[in-house]
Every structure is written in C-alpha cells, then in structure tokens.
C-alpha cells in the first residue's frame, strides 16, 4: 500500500468536513471544532479551508529557469530617539541587467510595524501580503495585537516555511522594525533565510549593498538622533551603497525616483513624503558636491 503523505491526508479530511459558518452581522465566519481550531494562525486557517500556499514544487529543472528571477536589492533601518525609520532603494535586478527602476520595499506591517524586503522579489512580497494578512488574523481574533516580540516570531516561522524555495534559488531575507509599545522606543531586526532573527540596538542593512550602507550608519549614528538626522544618515547611505554596488540604485533626478522611507514612531507608521525625500537628497547631493569644489 502507498504511503500518503500527513498533508494529504489532512487536505482530504478538511475537504470531506467543511467547518459550518455562522452568520454575524452579515459577515460570515467558519466554525471549527476544539481539535481543529487553528486559532490566530492564519497560515494554520488556510490549511483547515483546503489552501495549500506551498504548492510550487521545485526541482533542478526549474531552479535553473530562474536565474533571469528580478531581486531587490538595499534596504536599511535606523533608530531615533522616537523610533525608527526604514528606507531602501527602488531598483531590482535580473543578473546584471535593471529589470525596474522604481520598485517598492518597504511596506507597513500593521499600524506600528514595518517590514522590507531583499531577495527573489516575488515571493518576498507575497510573504509579506500574508505577514500584513496574519498580524490583522491573530489582532481581530485575539483583539489585541501581537508584542512586537511576537511579530518578529511570526516572521521567523515564514522565513523557516520558505526554506526550501530559498535553497532552490528563491532567498528573501526581510528587516523588520517597530515601536514597542511596552519598552517605549524603536526595535529593529535582521533575518537570515533559516529564519534565524537577530535584534539589532541602533541600526540594521540587508541586500547587496549592506556593508556599504552599514559603514556610513556606524559612521554617523548618535544615541541624540532625531528623526531629520535619521532621514538624512539613511539617505546617505543608500546613495553610498548606489556608489559602490551596482544592483542597488541610486536617487534618479531625470526620472524622479527616489528611495521609499517611512517613520515608525508611537504615532504609527507613516511614509515620507516624495517631495521631503527628494529635498533631502539634492541637499545631500549639493553637500557632496561642495566638498570636491
């Protein structure tokens, strides 16, 4: 008799007992029994409704069809006084051709929380739909949000679940950062793609040009940051990293493309102006540019 594997057999038993749903206030829930609740998972909801997320297979034929695959590149975050900011770059790269210009990678999490992206560009920003997706889950469920703490798990299970994809080629390798609202200050997180997560005190970089931009932070951070010399310091940095690292880009004056930055303070996350990032850039393009003169 052939084995079958544990998920099929739970993928027809979900299918053969649908769970019976409850109409309130016209929106429809499904009800499940106590040895089949998955709770705040909503990863663990996917599954009991039949969803398998992981069902791209990937063998030696397929990861070789993936070296033309877009890639993000730099993305960083700094700690202030009231939080911290998180920017990155706006170029992609197919191997060693630009295959977009003006890609986004950074993105809120929740409403004091932000994640960005390195790595395969596809993938990453479908784990980060489903991220945004399971913070909103355990909060309506639960009725209050995950610690920051907690957040930084959910990320690290993902990234663990993703393993097999990056090992094929397919690697996302996130920041993440936020308020923490019981110790009162900005957090900020670096991931490897084992989901290993590793805390950071005053600033963070990931992508292909991380030791660049981490040079210019350590070389500019202050315990007194506020957030103008947060934006300013992180500026700088990716356009040294643009500098030295061809996959990462930097400020585009003719077509007006600038890094994504957003603050992460009590307040919430909230993204900075175009018009504030592009004032700051040609102030630092002028600065640069004095002191050859």
Known sequence: MPRSSSRAIFKRAASSRPPQRVNLRGVTLPLFTPSEDPGPSFVGLLGQLGIDRADTHLGPSTAQGLE????G?????VRFNDGVVMAGDRRATSGHL???HAIEKVFPADSRSGVAIAGAA?????MVRLFQLQL??????????LSLEGKANQLTLMLKSHLPAAMMGLAVV??????DEYLNRGRLFQFDITGGRYEELDHAATGSGSIHATTVMKLRFDEGLDTAGALDIAIEALFQAADEDSATGGPDMVRGIFPVMATITADGFERVSE????ERTTLLLERLTGRRR
Do not use: C, Q, R
């Open 73 to 77: 590149t730099t993305v960083l975050a």
């Open 275 to 278: 018009e504030d990032v592009a």
């Open 136 to 145: 909103e889950h355990y909060e309506k469920v639960e009725g209050n949000p």
């Open 174 to 179: 996130p920041l993440f950062a936020g308020f």
């Open 98 to 100: 630009i295959s977009h």
């Open 122 to 126: 596809g993938p990453a920003m479908e």
């Open 68 to 71: 033309g695959l877009a890639h």
